[in-house]
């Protein structure tokens, strides 16, 4: 079983940005970043392999959020730049065992609690 908790989430102004982390129990799994907003279904932003050296981003963030990995302290990172209201939502960490198809929210083993981000006009 693998423990996954996100931190980071707060409020911020339209144009600011956050950085997002979450912790992990266990190592070596490929890890994914997915939000929700209200009234709306869970979406994929984007994940992260194992070594940190390869990343995969929804068309909808690709340039706005950066993903990224220590493995010394076994935390993944959610970078998000140029945040819009828009981005309002409960994000969630997720981590997996393979790699194939890493938008597939189904072939993740383990999620996160969630941390709230609200973006304000």
């Known amino acids: 079983q693998v423990q996954l908790v996100e931190s980071g989430g707060g409020l911020v102004q339209a144009g600011g940005s956050l950085r997002l982390s979450c912790a992990a129990s266990g190592r070596g799994y490929f890890m994914g970043w997915f939000r929700q907003a209200p009234g709306k279904e869970r979406d994929f932003l984007g994940a992260v392999n194992g070594s940190g050296g390869r990343t995969y981003y929804a068309d909808s963030v690709k340039g706005r959020f950066t993903i990224s990995r220590d493995n010394a302290k076994n935390t993944v990172h959610l970078q998000m730049n140029s945040l819009k209201p828009e981005d309002t939502a409960v994000y969630y960490c997720?981590?997996?065992?393979?790699?194939?198809?890493?938008?597939?929210?189904?072939?993740?083993?383990?999620w996160g609690q969630g941390t709230q981000v609200t973006v304000s006009s």
């Open positions: 997720a981590a997996r065992s393979t790699w194939d198809a890493p938008q597939a929210q189904r072939s993740y083993q383990y």
